[in-house]
């Protein structure tokens, strides 16, 4: 029975470890900050994407704020790179239980008569975001469409 609870201790270390890697890792800009329109595809199925022409707004700089206020608007985001002023932003948000990131790269593309965008959103780790990506760029679509 001893070598039951050193083997639980083992695990519940490893998970402390896990948890604490998954929390403190550095997200590197210049790794996660991409252009949507040309960045590939994950090889993980845990993404999404905003397809340029699917959000419009009036003109690039205000479509770019309404941007960053819909996303600094969601829960445990912030912006890791880029700026409303290029137009070109990511954003990383952290899942409320483990904190796992997921990074959410936005271009504003000027367009006639107005703007559109192209977005991509990833998970970091794992091979299933369980929804999260795609859910938060209908979330992101939603508030931009709102008035």
């Known amino acids: 029975m001893i070598w039951f609870g050193r083997v639980l201790a083992v695990l519940l270390a490893a998970l402390v470890v896990y948890g604490g890697w998954v929390r403190l890792a550095p997200s ?3 790794r996660w900050h991409v252009d ?3 960045a590939p ?3 993980s199925p845990n993404f999404a994407r905003l397809a340029p022409g699917e959000v419009r707004g009036a003109d690039p ?3 770019a704020a309404r941007v960053q206020a819909a996303m600094a608007a969601m829960p445990r985001t912030r912006l890791l790179a ?4 290029a137009l070109h932003m ?7 239980l483990w904190g796992f990131p997921d990074y959410t790269s936005v271009r504003v593309i000027p367009a006639d008569g107005g703007a559109t965008l192209a977005a991509l959103a990833r998970a970091r780790f794992g091979s299933d975001d369980l929804g999260v990506n795609s859910a938060r760029l209908a979330a992101l679509a939603a508030a931009l469409a709102a008035p």
């Open 61 to 63: 700089a205000a479509l």
């Open 28 to 30: 590197d800009p210049t």
């Open 90 to 96: 990511t954003f990383i948000t952290r899942s409320r």
């Open 36 to 38: 949507p329109l040309t």
């Open 82 to 85: 880029g700026s409303t002023e």
């Open 41 to 43: 595809d994950p090889a």
